[in-house]
């Protein structure tokens, strides 16, 4: 989705920055515990100290900016093609398609001894959402006893399933 790609790009900035930082560190640390020659002059330079002050403020800065661009994104409700209501139950999920006639139905883990070859365990349900492609669709999500997580990785979701609470979220696969 479009989300997870520009969550890529945001972690291949951060992990860019963090490694320059790192490598730096790791030279200056190096540099110092090698070297004979010391220069006791340094520690009372003014300006050094209003560089390695501001330097990291301004690190932060650079990677909080694309940060709250991607948070802004994700929240971003556009209209949406159809609506699909997602009830977490202790052991199962309810998805209720609103737009289309009420269609509801239970979706439930497989048990072990009912896995194909190549089926991941624990994932693997007997009926699956069926979610159509480059059409934005808003789901909501709450839970009837406990507290739940839907999330699909792959897309960048995850949205927590209070009781009590109705939580949404619009994403275009």
């Known amino acids: 989705s479009p989300v997870m790609e520009e969550l890529i790009t945001f972690h291949d900035h951060a992990f860019m920055a963090m490694s320059l930082i790192s490598f730096l560190v790791l030279y200056a640390l190096l540099s110092t515990l090698t070297t004979k020659l010391t220069n ?11 560089i390695w002050t501001i330097l990291p403020a301004i ?77 934005p669709v808003r789901m909501m999500i709450t839970s009837q006893d406990v507290l739940h997580s839907w999330t699909i990785p792959t897309l960048g979701l995850k949205t927590d399933a209070v009781p009590g609470r109705l939580n949404q979220t619009v994403f275009t696969a």
């Open 40 to 50: 006791t002059n340094i520690t009372d330079a003014q300006e050094m100290e209003t």
């Open 59 to 135: 690190i932060l800065i650079l990677i909080a900016l694309p940060s709250l661009r991607i948070l802004y994104l994700t929240d971003e409700v556009n209209d949406p093609s159809f609506t699909i209501k997602s009830i977490g139950h202790q052991w199962y999920w309810t998805y209720e398609y609103t737009d289309y006639g009420g269609l509801i139905f239970n979706s439930y883990m497989l048990p072990p001894l009912f896995l194909n070859p190549g089926d991941l365990r624990l994932l693997e349900v007997d009926n699956r959402v069926v979610l159509p492609i480059e059409a």
